[in-house]
Nanobody
């Protein structure tokens, strides 16, 4: 059974940092594109960042560009999202997602392109 488990969420102050992790089990995800999405209360799920299977290419939403870094450790089957200079508007449930192979750059931000999802981890940023 394929499972993605996020961790690292919690309460942070504006201007602070958090590092989210997503560990996969059930199969080897080394050849998978992985992404982070988030969903705030009353809003649609939105793209945050994505990374190709080798880690050589990354993508970011404009809202987090310059503040977020996505990385992966294929040996650990884990993808990370480092968030710095947190803002109250970053408050959301953060989800990791995965899909096999390559995702076209204009499609990495589309949730429907991802086959596997974690249960989410809540990030709350206080002002």
């Amino acid at each position: 059974q394929v499972q993605l488990v996020e961790s690292g969420g919690g309460l942070a102050q504006a201007g602070g940092s958090l590092r989210l992790s997503c560990t996969a089990s059930g199969r080897t995800f080394s050849r998978y594109t992985k992404g982070w999405f988030r969903q705030a209360p009353g809003k649609e799920r939105e793209f945050v960042a994505a990374i190709n299977w080798s880690g050589s290419t990354t993508y970011y939403a404009d809202s987090v560009k310059g503040r977020a870094t996505i990385s992966r450790d294929n040996a650990k089957n884990t993808v990370y999202l480092q968030m710095n200079s947190l803002k109250p508007e970053d408050t959301a449930v953060y989800y990791c997602a995965a899909r096999p192979g390559v995702v076209a750059s204009h499609l990495v931000d589309k949730p429907y392109n991802y086959d596997y999802w974690g249960q989410g981890t809540l990030v709350t940023v206080s002002s």
